[in-house]
């Protein structure tokens, strides 16, 4: 089935520790994307990628940081320079311009 | 810059009634598409309707329809007859030139009560 893998589903973090979100797709999409949504402010943009190799900023950027070396594959890093990472992340991919397929997501928490 | 705003931030309704979720939008293009979404409790958004800016017929789609009105800036959302199925939250989002990705309002928590 084609789709939008997110892994793990839930991911705890410690104080000053980095970690990765994963967000694969096989739906041959050319643009992925990363958003945040806690309670009560719907989804904020943190990251977008519209070919391989490259991306762009969106609204929340700092404390995170993305790749994308491969068409199927955008990976988010939730760096110790975010400071309050508690949120539900997810990731979602699109033809350019069309609507977008959005993964199950990711909930992160702080120990 | 885009803005979507979605001022209520939940409806209860008792099933059977119907229920429309209001969205407003701001953009300087001439350009842009409209989106809704459903949140259910598993957590995965649903896409529902993407409209763009020179479409303003409305749609219908079983017991949901769309009102969209470029004159008051205002992309409203109808369920007719709502179900216990419909409880979500619903977002309202929009691209436009400007920027190649969805922006979107803070939601509306919907509750049907059987």
């Known amino acids: 089935d084609g789709g939008i893998t997110q892994s793990p589903k839930y991911l705890f973090r410690k104080e000053g520790q980095n970690v990765t979100l994963s967000c694969e797709q096989n739906l041959n999409h050319d643009a992925m994307y990363w958003y945040r949504q806690d309670p009560g402010q719907g989804l904020r943009l943190i990251y977008y990628?519209?070919?391989?190799?490259?991306?762009q900023k969106g609204d929340i950027a700092e404390g995170y940081s993305v790749s994308r070396e491969k068409k199927e594959s955008f990976p988010l890093t939730v760096t110790s320079a975010q400071k309050n990472p508690t949120a539900f992340y997810l990731c979602?991919?699109?033809?350019?311009?069309?609507?977008?397929?959005f993964g199950s997501g990711t909930q992160l928490s702080v120990l | 810059a885009q803005k979507v705003t979605q001022a209520q931030t939940e409806i209860s309704v008792v099933e059977k009634e119907d229920v429309t979720l209001d969205c407003v939008y701001e953009?300087?293009?001439?350009?842009?598409?409209l989106f809704w979404y459903k949140q259910p409790p598993s957590g995965e958004l649903v896409f529902l309707i993407r409209?763009?800016?020179?479409?303003?017929q409305n749609e219908i789609s079983g017991r949901y329809s769309w009102n969209f009105q470029k004159s008051t800036s205002s992309f409203n959302f109808t369920i007719t007859a709502s179900q216990v199925v419909d409880s979500a939250v619903y977002f309202c989002?929009?691209?436009?030139?400007?920027?190649?990705?969805?922006?979107f309002g803070s939601g509306t928590r919907l509750q049907v009560q059987p």
């Open positions: 979602a991919s699109s033809i350019a311009g069309e609507k977008l397929f």
């Open positions: 989002a929009l691209r436009d030139t400007g920027r190649r990705a969805l922006t």
């Open positions: 409209r763009n800016s020179f479409d303003e």
């Open positions: 953009t300087r293009d001439t350009t842009y598409y």
């Open positions: 990628s519209q070919i391989v190799n490259d991306f």
